[in-house]
Nanobody, 114 residues
């Protein structure tokens, strides 16, 4: 089960840290990721980390967002800095593996006021 949290209302230029509690998963066995979906738009890839810790970011968030994991706490994080109104969306965490397929959290709303 994936449980995302940490969303909210923030002013442009501010920061938020999203968390995703991944109960039942050993995080270094899977690829983990963050996506977002704005109203009227398709779900968009933001960041990922594979089992060995290698990360990848979408160009739109590179240098502003950072994905991390705490294996002991079974939690995935997305640190978001220098937020803009264009970052307003519902944010989803994802875990992917050959045996489990794609697992999604319920999403957490991030609203950036300009």
């Amino acid at each position: 089960q994936l449980q995302a949290s940490g969303g909210g209302l923030v002013q442009a230029g501010g920061s938020l840290r999203l968390s995703c509690a991944a109960s039942g998963f050993t995080l270094d066995h899977y690829a983990i990721g963050w996506f977002r979906q704005a109203p009227g738009k398709e779900r968009e890839f933001l960041a990922s980390m594979i089992s060995n810790g290698l990360t990848n970011y979408a160009d739109s968030v590179k240098g502003r967002f950072a994905i991390s994991r705490d294996i002991r706490k079974k939690t995935v994080y997305l640190q978001m800095n220098n937020l803009t109104a264009e970052d307003t969306a519902v944010y989803y965490c994802n875990i992917r593996g050959a045996r489990i397929g794609d697992k999604w959290g319920q999403g957490t709303q991030v609203t950036v006021s300009s």
